[in-house]
């Protein structure tokens, strides 16, 4: 279970145009929440007291984990059209946070041989099982993970329970072990209206046999208030129709402007994934050794051309420092 505590901000409301969210979350309220839950301006958290995610995600429950883009008319029908507005450029100054990569061999090969880094998540929420991609970033702690804010939380409503990261998983594996949260964070303006413009979120995972995330499997490094129209490689792995999710496939190009919902202050590049590659990583650059600086947030129909991810200003950049430095 989880036990959480949101802080009141902005409303930024989704239009009511054919939005595909690649992964999103019910209807179901948030908890009250209890006396030992931390909280700073501007981020919302949970901390999680269901120790048996490992144990409950069996490779059958990994594979019939559900790709929540099927919950996205739900949101769609619960907000209203917002003004469109130009979107903002960078406020504040541009932050680079370096990372590291152990030196770890893969044996397996798919569309993308897996990145040691990267993985999948998978999540309990209204009792259904959700599945979405996430990526471990640089941290104080040592085991931080990023994904999309619809991956962690309803936005608005609950955090998500049993939140498991699977870092490279191929075909049911966990060749890295399954890392299960100890605390979620999102910036407040997704938790609490689900605004697109922060769908971004952060875990804290707890350590596997003694070790730390990043010790075992690495940590990229992260950007934040980085110019906007920079090339990427983002990741991820799509479990909807035509794919299985069952290996790591990628989407490369140039960023641009969402021209359709320019409110959400988000850029897409090229891509066909499809919903379970919500919170896959976008590295600045050609490859997954760059600077990690936006995730995989949404597309537009079930046969959209485009990828977008959100704008990594100082808001997500909040929620990354309260995640990174948690205990």
Known sequence: MTSTRTLAT??????SAALFALCSAGQAT???APSDTKDVAGVSSAAVTDTTGADYWT???MRSAIPADVLAKKAVDRQKSSPAVLPE???GQETRIQGSAPQIQTKANASESPVPHIGKVFFTLGGTNYVC??????????NTVSTAG?????GPGAFATKFTFVPAYLNGSAPY??????ALYAPTQWSSSGSMEYDTGFAVMSQLNGRNLADV???SGVSFNAARGLAYKAFGYPAASPFNGESLKSCSGTATNDPYNPQFNSQGIPCNMTGGSSGGPWFIGTSSSGYQNSVNSYGYGSNSTKMYGPYWGSVIQQAYNSASSAL
């Open 59 to 61: 490779p059958e429950r």
């Open 30 to 32: 948030a908890a009250p």
């Open 10 to 15: 902005s409303l930024m409301s989704l239009t």
């Open 89 to 91: 450029q960078a406020k």
């Open 177 to 182: 072990g399954k890392w299960t949260a100890k």
């Open 150 to 154: 619809h991956c962690l939380n309803e």
């Open 133 to 142: 991609s996430a990526n471990s970033v640089a941290s104080t702690n040592r």
């Open 217 to 219: 499997v690495g940590a």
